[in-house]
């Protein structure tokens, strides 16, 4: 997305997303990389987001001076639950191996009877 | 056969057969106790050199049932234990106990009226903590004649649940044979049967009538349960062959415990035929 090719109107495209909260952290590095070397876009996303503060405070949002946060987008919120249960999945087994389950603690020969000669 | 087996085998059966040797296990049951150990249970189980024995130990959580064995060896025996466990490792969840079960055999060498140690629940740090151990000593003595088992068990704290059975496989039963009818009972026929001998012929008088019966004792059928295979728990169970004099066809086996209730088998003239195991008079 923000390779060399990219033209202008990409770049403000991505500056939109990127108020909107839509850009991955890795789109909005990038991004940031472009401002500080783009005075044009820069300016551009200083107007985009006067404008977006001033609709705002407009519409009597009292949050209107905070920047919005980046939004988690649904597939990429998916895509961690989907690691997260999985690793506890995983995690729960080995640990249920190991330690847990009926029948646990000490070695089973240490639990068998002996006989030893005195 | 190589002589050092041969001479083993001589051994063992002279041991086996000499006459009238008496095997007795001698059994404490302790407990750890802060300052001296604490007997819980003490007794002795006697019988021929052939006799085995059974302990029992539960607690709340474990279950130990063990059937010890002992081979001679000179001035040695060797003492094998088959050892059934059940441990308590949880509840379903339904709240129902889940037990663990093992099967295990053990088996130590040790001289005659030695002391062996018996941790039935494991030499772990459980086992020697805080549970008990089983102290046995065997011993033989010579007895003429004396085949049936003997039994001592002193329970000293009656809150644990600890037995203590000898085992015993019978060569002779006494076989006391009755024939019923109604009210009227015939006198009693005593008859002393070797499992697995040529039938032998008895005839009872009932009512001035006498019947002649084809009687043999024979082992019963193995258990069906391997826990009780294990633990030889019809080690004194015999049963009864019965049949007509003129005929193969036999007309019923009754099995029963050696020094138990009587068994019954109802005869096609009528009459039920009675009978009564106990265990042979020395001779």
């Not at chain 1, 995690?91 to 030893?116: D, Q, Y």
């Not at chain 2, 302790?30 to 249970?41: Q, S, Y």
């Not at chain 2, 391997?226 to 009864?240: E, I, K, N, T």
Request: with cysteine.
């Amino acid at each position: 997305m923000a390779g060399a090719d990219n033209t202008h109107e990409q770049w403000l495209a991505q500056i939109d997303a990127e108020l909107d909260g839509e850009l991955s952290l890795v789109e909005r590095a990038a991004l940031a990389k472009h401002l500080a070397t783009c005075g044009h876009c820069a300016g551009a996303r200083a107007s985009q987001l006067e404008v977006r503060v001033a609709l705002a405070r407009s519409a009597g949002n009292p949050h209107a001076f905070v920047v919005p946060r980046p939004a988690i987008r649904a597939g990429t919120l998916a895509l961690w639950v989907a690691v997260a249960l999985a690793a506890g999945l995983v995690g729960g087994w080995v640990a249920n191996h190991r330690w847990g389950g009926p029948g646990g603690g000490a070695p089973l020969e240490e639990t068998r009877g002996t006989i030893v000669v005195q | 056969m190589a002589p050092s087996s041969f001479s083993s085998v001589i051994l063992v059966l002279s041991a086996l057969q000499g006459p009238g040797t008496r095997l007795s296990y001698r059994i404490r049951v302790v407990e750890p106790a802060a300052v001296t150990p604490r007997v819980l249970a003490s007794g002795a189980v006697s019988g021929p050199l052939d006799s085995d024995m059974r302990l029992t130990l539960r607690t709340d959580t474990a279950e130990v049932e063990a059937l010890f064995q002992v081979t001679p060896f000179g001035d040695t025996v060797t003492i094998a234990g088959e050892f059934l466990t059940r441990r308590l490792v949880g509840r379903s969840r339904r709240g129902l106990p889940l037990w663990e079960e093992d099967t295990y055999r053990r088996q130590v060498r040790m001289p005659w009226s030695d002391t062996a140690r018996i941790y039935p629940f494991g030499t772990g740090k459980l086992g020697q903590g805080g549970s008990p151990w089983v102290e046995l000593i065997l011993e033989r003595e010579f007895a003429g004649g004396e085949a049936r088992p003997a039994e001592a068990f002193d329970l000293v704290d009656s809150t644990r649940d600890v037995r203590l059975e000898a085992v015993v496989r019978p060569r002779r039963a006494r076989v006391i044979l009755n024939l019923v009818r109604g009210d009227t009972v015939s006198a009693p026929r005593g008859i002393d049967l070797i499992p697995d001998e040529p039938p032998r012929l008895i005839q009872l008088v009932l009512k001035g009538r006498a019947t002649t019966l084809v009687v043999s004792l024979t082992r019963p059928d193995p258990a069906r349960s391997a826990r009780d295979r294990a633990l030889a728990r019809d080690a004194d169970v015999v049963c009864l062959r019965v049949g007509p004099p003129d005929a193969l066809q036999p007309l019923g086996t009754i099995c029963g415990r050696l020094n138990n209730v009587a068994r019954q088998l109802p005869l096609p003239t009528g009459d039920t035929l009675s009978a009564t195991f106990a265990w042979p008079g020395p001779r």
